[in-house]
């Protein structure tokens, strides 16, 4: 371990919208995409059971036929949601309330431990450290990363500014066109996705949490005197909201972050 890195700690993964971990497929978060978070934080697959360990809630089946997009929104209009995202930000709450649960239990290893999360699953995330807050718990977490969060801003911004010993990175893409067109426009809450722009430019960001605009000009020279090539829009990509973690140019942040980096000469970014 180099002077000045950060222990390794139980590393949980919350994944996004439109995933299953009862799926037997690629749609089951545990098959694809966990591996290849442990990949990009630096986890060997063999540790992941400890080190990285997955987090799976139930958002609702994966639409992958038309039966299964009808299906979607009539079982959400049954529950009373207008469509399935609506349904899924509701089971997201829920899925942070248990996680929290699972954290003190101590279900994941022994705390502190570090979150990373994709997208939806930054409510997820949030609801979880909230809850822990609640009862004077936070200590229980140590680092969060946010991928393209889908979290409104001012929900983040609550969460953050209350537990200020635990450091966020956020990495938003402005450009991410699912968060700009569907995650503000179909979510039951007004507000812009922290996962877009970020909190520096609100009067209230906390001081403990740190945007990187992956699609940035100044943030990507930024990284390049590290030797990191950072980036957040796919090239020849309308739909690049998972580009985040996809390009290995953003890997190396990943680790340093978790490695207990400051990432100083970001902060004046954006």
Same mark, same amino acid.
């Given at each position: ?17 439109? #995933? ?13 995409? #966990? ?20 987090? =799976? ?16 929104? *009539? ?9 399935? #995202? ?17 954290? *003190?239990? =101590? ?51 609550? *969460? ?14 402005? @450009? ?10 179909? =979510? ?50 309308? @739909? ?24 100083? =000469?970001?902060?004046? *970014?954006?």
């Amino acid at each position: 371990m180099s002077a000045g890195a950060l222990p390794l700690a139980p590393l949980i993964g919350v994944h996004g919208f439109m #995933y299953d971990p009862e799926d037997g497929g690629h749609n089951n978060p545990s098959q694809q995409l #966990y591996p290849q978070w442990a990949e990009m934080t630096g986890r060997p697959v063999q540790g992941f059971a400890y080190y990285s360990i997955p987090f =799976g809630w139930r958002a609702f089946r994966p639409v992958t036929s038309i039966l299964n997009t009808i299906g979607a929104f *009539v079982g959400s209009w049954g529950r009373g949601y207008l469509h399935p #995202y609506r349904r899924a930000w509701a089971l997201a709450e829920e899925a942070g309330e248990r996680l929290a649960r699972m954290i *003190v239990s =101590g279900e994941f290893g022994p705390a502190p431990v570090d979150i990373i999360c994709h997208s939806l699953g930054s409510r997820v995330a949030l609801t979880a450290i909230a809850d822990l807050n609640n009862h004077g718990l936070s200590a229980l977490v140590r680092r969060v990363i946010l991928l393209n969060a889908a979290e409104i801003e001012d929900a983040a911004i609550f *969460v953050a500014s209350r537990t200020p010993d635990i450091r966020y990175l956020n990495l938003s893409v402005e @450009g991410d066109r699912v968060l700009r067109y569907l995650g503000s426009w179909m =979510g039951p809450v007004d507000g812009r996705c922290a996962g877009r722009r970020g909190l520096l430019s609100r009067p209230l960001a906390p001081a403990n949490w740190l945007d990187i605009p992956l699609d940035d000009a100044s943030a990507q020279r930024t990284a390049a005197l590290r030797g990191w090539s950072i980036a957040g829009d796919e090239p020849g990509c309308l @739909g690049d909201h998972w580009y985040s973690y996809r390009h290995k140019g953003n890997w190396p942040l990943v680790r340093a972050f978790l490695g207990g980096d400051r990432l100083t =000469g970001f902060r004046m *970014v954006g």
